[in-house]
T-cell receptor
């Protein structure tokens, strides 16, 4: 089946630095990728939707200058948390779809635990 | 405003019995519903789904029921096994061009041996 690889699985960074999280579709071309954030014991909150070769669409309340999303190829999307602060500490998960049509499923990465100290 | 709600944060069931997890939604434009299982520090794993034009879908021990008039769906697991212990999320697919998923807050299922 479809596999999405997310890296790193966990990262600790200092306040003010930037962190990049990668999401790769290993055996299919992902025209659409989604980035989620999960707070402890909470739901997965959609942050943004990215389509290959175009700008990401951010959900209301998500700062696009802080959470930079790049979907430069059909197999790779990256999320960069810029000037990270402790409140950015969270579990980030990506998801990929092979196409926009009705029958295309959603494959999730294994997530990235970000801790900002 | 939460469009997908799972009102029970936790559920404990004895091994071999039925587990019933519930989910309510408010947006009538959702056209597809999915259930995911998730362990801590891992991504969600797809379990079963149902189209809005159906009222039941079954896959092995898992059955999902959809009541469109009540905007309610449920996941039945029979028989429940200790390995089923995890957080279960229901998700609803929107009708927008990207077909984003909206997730409920999850229910922690514990199956007791």
């Amino acid at each position: 089946g479809a596999v999405v690889s997310q890296h790193p699985s966990r990262v600790i960074c200092k306040s003010g630095t930037s962190v990049k999280i990668e999401c790769r579709s290993l055996d299919f071309q992902a025209t659409t990728m989604f980035w989620y954030r999960q707070f402890p014991k909470k739901s997965l909150m959609l942050m943004a939707t990215s389509n290959e070769g175009s700008k990401a669409t951010y959900e209301q309340g998500v700062e696009k200058d802080k959470f930079l999303i790049n979907h430069a190829s059909l197999t790779l999307s990256t999320l960069t948390v810029t000037s990270a602060h402790p409140e950015d500490s969270s579990f980030y998960i990506c998801s990929a779809r092979e196409g926009p049509g009705y029958n295309y499923g959603y494959t999730f990465g294994s997530g990235t635990r970000l801790t900002v100290v | 405003d939460q469009q997908v709600k799972q009102n029970s944060p936790s559920l404990s069931v004895q091994e071999g019995r039925i587990s019933i997890l519930n989910c309510d939604y408010t947006n009538s434009m959702f056209d597809y519903f999915l259930w995911y299982k998730k362990y801590p520090a891992e991504g969600p794993t797809f379990l079963i789904s149902i189209s809005s034009i159906k009222d039941k879908n079954e896959d092995g021990r898992f059955t999902v029921f959809l009541n469109k008039s009540a905007k309610h769906l449920s996941l039945h697991i029979v028989p429940s096994q200790p390995g089923d212990s995890a957080v279960y999320f229901c998700a609803a697919r929107g009708s927008g061009s990207a077909r984003q998923l909206t997730f409920g807050s999850g229910t922690q299922l514990t199956v007791l041996p």
